[in-house]
């Protein structure tokens, strides 16, 4: 038992003193923050120099209907000719010019907007919405309906979705952060099995070719050397896991009460969401948006509603589930083989199910309770991945469970299966590897 | 008494028997030649001794009881394949190899500081092991292999690798650890360094073992009552004193000297030889030619194919 520590704390001191594991620490956090800060920041860098467009209005329908914004402002002007302005345009301080010719009531295109650079798409969009809510409404008052009908026609439809749990209560829930938050993990499952389950492969054939594992091995047996590494870089994903989120929190918070104070006051659980929805970057213009609070605080309060303590816990779970799973075949392959080039044709096996994982997790993101979400969500080879994605939309618990149990039944089963072809694998040299050989190794004596 | 005993050993790969049925028993304080040619089944049967690898059948016994899993702790092992993780430092690497060993950390580092002074090895503490020369990182392998004072030392052609100073210097090691009471197991196809160090041996042929015992009644046993007689005087005077019961194999010089080798035929015996040629040359020297390790080694294995 000592040996085994010993092995560990070996594996996880000389791979966390390592450079590309400080650097990787430093550069996750640095990297996730950037992605979620920036796209906040370059909303709060909508322009603000205050733009002026002329209006020259021939229909006479628009005068003083269209809003200005903060940034946008219209001037209406009367008797004047189109040229005159072009003739002038660098002298006056007009961002463009827009154009309405009369017959603008039949004829929606007779509308222009002159400017020297390319319009901004928000000018458009804003005099383009105005302009059609005002035909809107001219018509339908052409049709006799009074003013009053017309504002409470207006409406701006939300659905807020609300979960029954099993205890009767009732929880707001948000589709749009549960898709996040599952894709995220599973993702992050994929990628971290592969990180680590790759750094277990390297490491085994670094002691095969360096001629150390005998050494070891005549010290520890085969079995403690393999758990070891595992375990040991098990500990240094944790680590990196960990150390990630607490980076990328100190970064989060750290740059938002400098550049953004007024956000400062949240705690931590707001900003998750907060940064959840800036990654899905249309609301999080909005969210920001003070008239859109409401809905922002509905957004928040149904993001309280994903279990994040569930989420966090269920994520260690089956990242360590499915990479011990995989670690012990990544093990496996390092030990059959002499160097790294000749892990091509046992790496298939082992992909194909990580790869169907990902396509998977696609469609159940869109279809949490399909049978395909079931079935791969229950299959240990893919459940790490798919079961999270499940997990923010809400799962039986007895799917949860069934899904862990097979998963650390099928990682003794695989650990079990690799320690066999590990033992015979690390003092073999100079032989090339295939399954039949394998298969041999399976059954050899300890 | 014998430190180790191997009864009836047997191990079986796909294609071959590397080992069937090998009887070894070697002494306590004692070095044990293991010799045999490629392949013949030695690394097998260290690998065994070591628990790398379990046998087939038979079992291993140290000082008379089945060998325990907690035995590797008094095993030190030198394999013939050398390495060390290139990446760690020498210091950490020495010492994390002697804890897996059971040493405390604080024994291991007294035990480290002790050699890297004997050997001379203090500044490569912090280095990394790629950095050291293939001499340099044998050296440090050679101090791991002893430092946890190992009851037996097993060591796999310890002398590759190593220039004639550093050679000498690890013989004496050797020498000096039999003295403090270990036993060595030693293998090697260097014949000259088992007539120097071994006392006993066995013969590893095709998976069995065919020759075994102390080395110098091994060597009594293939000598072939041959004498070397290096004198003053004519050769022909001393042939002449030779009768039928003797037979002149070879003339050659020795220091100058005139000399022959004279084969013992029938049952006579190296007195009367003497006497019959003293009264005809002046001896110098007078020996028995007993066969090197190198000639037996040969000899036998070509016997055993026959």
């Known amino acids: 038992m000592n040996k085994i520590k010993l092995i560990i704390s070996r594996e996880y001191i000389t791979r966390v003193k390592k450079k590309s594991f ?20 370059l909303a709060s860098m909508k322009d603000t120099d205050v733009k002026n467009i002329a209006v020259i209005d021939s229909s006479g329908i628009f005068i003083n209907k269209i809003a200005d914004t903060d940034y946008i402002k219209f001037e209406y002007l009367k008797n004047k000719k ?16 827009l154009q309405i010719l009369p017959n603008i009531t039949y004829e929606p295109s007779a509308v222009h907007l002159y400017s020297k650079k390319q319009p901004s798409f928000s000018v458009k969009s804003h005099i383009a919405n105005a302009m059609e809510k005002e035909l809107q409404n001219k018509k339908l008052r052409s049709h006799g309906i009074d003013e009053e009908v017309l504002k409470s026609i207006k409406s701006d439809v939300s659905i807020r979705t609300i ?46 070719t360096s001629r150390i594992v005998e050494i070891i091995i005549s010290s ?14 098990a500990l240094v994903g944790l680590t990196q896991f960990l150390l990630w989120i607490l980076l990328t929190f100190i970064i989060i918070t750290g740059v938002k009460t400098v550049f953004f104070p007024e956000l400062g006051t949240k705690n931590t659980q707001e900003i998750v969401v907060q940064d959840l929805l800036e990654q899905q970057n249309i609301p999080q213009v909005e969210t920001i948006d003070p008239q859109n609070m409401d809905k922002f605080t509905s ?15 269920s994520f260690i779970f089956f990242f360590l589930g499915g990479y011990l799973l995989y670690g012990s075949l990544f093990a496996a392959i390092g030990s059959a083989v002499d160097n790294e080039t000749d892990t091509q044709q046992f790496m298939l096996p082992i992909t194909i199910p990580l790869i169907l994982g990902i396509f998977v997790m696609m469609n159940v993101v869109q279809n949490p309770e399909s049978s395909v979400a079931f079935w791969f969500s229950i299959i240990p080879f893919t459940s790490p991945i798919v079961m999270m994605v499940r997990i923010p939309f809400g799962v039986p618990y007895w799917e949860v469970a069934l899904s862990m149990g097979l998963l650390v039944l099928t990682f003794i089963g695989s650990t079990w299966f690799a320690g066999k072809i590990y033992r015979t694998g690390i003092l073999m040299y100079g032989k090339k590897v295939n399954y039949k050989e394998l298969w041999k190794w399976l059954r050899y004596k300890s | 008494m014998e430190l180790l005993k191997a009864q009836n050993i047997e191990k079986k790969f796909v294609n071959h028997l590397a080992l069937d049925n090998v009887n070894i028993s070697i002494p306590e304080n004692s070095i ?28 291993i016994l140290l000082k008379g009881r089945p060998l ?8 030190g092992y030198l394999p013939e394949e050398r390495g060390l993780y290139k990446k760690m430092k020498v210091g950490e690497q020495a010492l994390y190899l002697a804890r897996l060993k059971g040493l405390s950390k604080r024994d291991a580092l007294k035990r480290l500081k002790y050699w890297f002074e004997k050997f001379e090895m203090q500044a490569w503490w912090n280095k990394k092991v790629e950095e050291l020369s293939k001499g340099m990182a044998q050296k440090v392998q050679f101090v791991t292999t002893i430092l946890h004072e190992p009851e037996l030392l097993i060591f796999d052609e310890p002398f590759s690798g190593f220039d004639p100073i550093n050679a000498n210097m690890l013989k004496q090691e050797i020498i000096e650890l039999k003295k403090k009471g270990a036993t060595i197991i030693f293998s090697t196809h260097n014949m000259a360094s088992v007539e120097e160090l071994c006392d006993h041996i066995t013969l590893i042929n ?25 004198f003053n005087g004519e050769i022909e005077k001393l042939e002449k004193s030779l009768n039928k019961y003797y037979e002149i194999i070879d003339k050659t010089k020795v220091n100058g000297h005139n000399a022959v080798r004279v084969k013992l035929l029938h049952q006579t015996n190296d007195n009367e030889l003497l006497s019959l040629i003293i009264p005809s040359v002046e001896i110098i020297s007078f020996n028995e030619v007993i066969p090197s390790m190198n000639d037996i080694f040969i000899k036998v294995v070509n016997e055993y194919k026959n």
């Open chain 1, 220 to 233: 520890a047996r085969p079995f403690q050397l393999m758990m070891g590494k595992i375990v040991g870089i």
């Open chain 2, 206 to 230: 095709q998976s069995r073992n065919i020759l075994e015992g102390h080395i110098d009644d091994i060597r009594k046993k293939y000598k072939s009552n041959i004498y070397e007689i290096s």
């Open chain 2, 68 to 75: 325990q899993p907690e035995d590797v702790n008094i095993i």
């Open chain 2, 32 to 59: 044990y030649g293991l010799l045999g040619p490629n392949g013949a089944g030695k690394t097998t049967l260290i690998r065994i001794i070591n628990r790398i690898t379990a046998p087939d059948k038979g079992e």
């Open chain 1, 22 to 41: 400080i650097v990787m620490t430093i550069l996750g956090p640095i990297l996730f923050a950037a992605m979620m800060i920036v796209p906040a920041w």
């Open chain 1, 163 to 208: 979960q029954w749990t099993d205890d009767g209560e009732e929880k707001e829930s948000s589709t749009e952060i549960a898709m996040v938050v599952g894709y995220a993990s599973g993702f992050l499952i994929y990628f971290f099995i592969f990180l680590f389950g790759a750094q277990v492969m390297r490491g085994v054939i670094e002691e095969k």
């Open chain 1, 299 to 313: 957004i928040l309060n149904s993001a309280k509603s994903i279990d994040f303590g569930l989420i966090f816990g």
């Open chain 1, 82 to 97: 189109l040229e005159e302005l072009r003739a002038n345009f660098s002298e006056l301080d007009y961002y463009a010019v």
